[in-house]
């Protein structure tokens, strides 16, 4: 990603998104955003994109081992949902009192 502009993307932490695109592809279930990394264009989400982690043992974790984790998928695939249509949908944002707040496109509804 370039590093002239900070990008600016609709999905927040605590997000309800589904995942358009990949092996995790469901259009019908709606998982939680756990992490976005803005300079990278990319988020962590619940259950999506697991990788295995092999951990040494160490003085917090003594036993060591293979750990699962949720690995990283590019902000493109995915899209918020919403609750009231029951279906992803686009975003707008408006100003409201000196705020900005985003709109899903197909309801309406204010995100919060």
Do not use: C, Y
Not at 28 to 48: A, F, Q, S, T
Not at 65 to 92: F, Q, Y
Not at 99 to 110: F, H, Y
Request: hydrophobic content about 40%; overall charge positive.
């Amino acid at each position: 990603m370039s590093t002239r502009f900070k990008p600016k993307f609709n999905i927040k932490k605590g997000d309800n998104v589904v995942v358009i695109a990949g092996d995790d592809k469901d259009l019908k279930k709606p998982r939680k955003v756990l992490e976005v990394i803005v300079d990278k264009g990319r988020v962590v989400v619940e259950g999506v994109a697991i990788a295995t982690k092999h951990t040494k043992p160490t003085a917090q974790n003594t036993k060591g081992g293979i750990v699962k984790v949720e690995a990283s998928i590019s902000i493109s695939n995915v899209m918020l949902w919403d609750a009231k249509t029951g279906s992803a949908t686009k975003v707008t944002r408006t100003r409201e009192n000196g705020k900005l707040v985003r709109i899903a496109k197909k309801s309406g509804e204010v995100i919060k």
